[in-house]
């Protein structure tokens, strides 16, 4: 079993950063991510990282203001998100799972991001 637990939402205005975190527990996975979702939106897939070979993948809408890395010993994720937009609001998900496949995602419950204007 696994259990993911995220910190580090808040409200910020567009332009500003944070950064999220997810600490995990149980078995440990060497493939995490974030995803977000926004109110009336599918759930999307944000950033992924092997802790393996520390390769990751960024959606368009994110490459070069968002970064993820894993820390193996501690068994984290972050998101650091900078210049942030409007529409990067939504509720930003932890996720755990293999890297060869993804038939079976552990997921945090989630941590609310806010950008205003």
């Known amino acids: 079993e696994v259990q993911l637990v995220e910190s580090g939402g808040g409200s910020v205005q567009a332009g500003g950063s944070l950064r999220l975190s997810c600490k995990s527990s149980?078995?440990?996975?060497?493939?995490m991510g974030w995803f977000r979702q926004a109110q009336g939106k599918d759930r999307e897939e944000v950033a992924t990282v092997d802790g393996g070979y520390g390769s990751t993948t960024y959606a368009d809408s994110v490459k070069g203001r968002f970064s993820i890395s894993k820390d193996n010993r501690q068994n984290t994720v972050a998101l650091q998100m900078n210049s942030l937009k409007i529409e990067d609001t939504a509720m930003y998900y932890c996720?755990?799972?293999?890297?060869?496949?993804?038939?079976?995602?552990?997921w945090g419950h989630g941590t609310q991001v806010t950008v205003s204007s």
């Open positions: 149980g078995y440990r996975y060497r493939c």
């Open positions: 996720a755990a799972f293999l890297c060869s496949n993804r038939d079976k995602i552990y």
